[in-house]
């Protein structure tokens, strides 16, 4: 018997004529795994819980235990209003709001453009500048010449500081070009024999075809563009250009305290509940939208995976 044969021998079990790895769990393999799901269930779900009970937990039901509450009594939402109602949370989530929209629009824009042209056979200095994008990845600018680059574009404390240098990724142009080089030629010399130019091909052929890419990769741009604060921190030295990830930090990090008179209330709730309202105020964006974009990243990060 020849080891190819014995191999294909033992990787068979006996009376099925499947290979091993085709067979169903054993049942402690799928109590295994049942253990391992709820496991990081847990370990991701238990600070969440704790951080929106502890931001509708009231002063007092906080002192009592401890300063965090998993599921209080009286639920109130008198953090989230005295948080909302003192015009510093809701003008930096404006800011991150906006910044996220237009960040995402045009990096996918360039995104989507870039990689089409580096997806196409024939593009005019296509391998040349498919290195330097590849080059990327090994050789990243560091603070310093991106601060004095952006200080010489006249971007300091404007919004496009927070916008131009994390624009294009390297990585999802990689994915997006891979999608694109995946989608049939057939669709593009029939298009060219109708008289569709290249604008026309990417706009309503390829673009259609690829909505599960542009979703997954838009997500990434977005969660990018929302959680970022190191460029604003850096850039931006007026407080009301502040994104809300910037006062998040100042506020859980830093320890900065909330300032009573500020806020417009005599009284501040506890600074724990606060602080936690100001954290699910930022995460809560992200965590709505994210569902409906769940059934894309399947298809789209492994098409591009396997195919780059």
């Not at 965590?287 to 298809?299: D, E, I, N, R, T």
Request: charged share 10%; hydrophobic share 50%.
């Amino acid at each position: 018997m020849s080891a190819p044969q014995f191999l294909r021998r033992r990787a068979t079990r006996r009376g099925t004529g499947r290979p091993a790895w085709m067979e169903p769990p054993s049942p402690a393999g799928q109590t295994l795994k049942l253990v391992v799901i709820l496991a990081m269930i847990v370990a991701v779900g238990y600070p969440f819980l704790l951080a929106i009970g502890t931001s509708l937990s009231s002063k007092a039901e906080l002192a009592a235990n401890g300063g965090y509450v998993l599921f209080p009594e009286h639920p109130t939402l008198e953090a989230y209003r005295v948080v909302l109602a003192g015009g510093v949370v809701t003008r930096a989530a404006t800011v991150s709001v906006g910044v996220t929209l237009v960040g995402t629009a045009l990096s996918l824009l360039c995104t989507v453009c870039l990689a089409y042209g580096l997806s196409r056979p024939g593009t005019f200095a296509g391998k040349p500048l498919l290195l330097v994008v590849v080059g990327t990845f090994l050789f990243t600018p560091g603070v310093i010449p991106n601060y004095l680059v952006v200080q010489e574009l006249g971007m300091i404390d404007t919004y496009g500081a927070m916008v131009l240098p994390i624009m294009l990724n390297a990585f999802n142009v990689i994915v997006v070009r891979a999608f694109f080089q995946g989608i049939p030629d057939e669709l593009h010399e029939a298009a060219r024999l109708d008289g569709a130019g290249e604008l026309t091909i990417m706009c309503r052929i390829v673009l259609p075809l690829s909505k599960a890419v542009i979703a997954v990769v838009g997500m990434f741009y977005a969660v990018t563009y929302w959680n970022s604060f190191f460029n604003a921190m850096l850039y931006i030295n007026d407080s009301n250009k502040l994104p809300l990830q910037v006062i998040l930090r100042s506020y859980v990090i830093q320890g900065d305290t909330f300032n009573a008179k500020a806020l417009g209330v005599s009284v501040l709730p506890a600074t724990t509940a606060l602080s936690m309202a100001v954290l699910m105020l930022a995460v809560l964006p992200i965590v709505a939208v994210y569902p409906f974009l769940q059934k894309y990243f399947v298809k789209g990060v492994l098409t591009g995976a396997v195919k780059a």
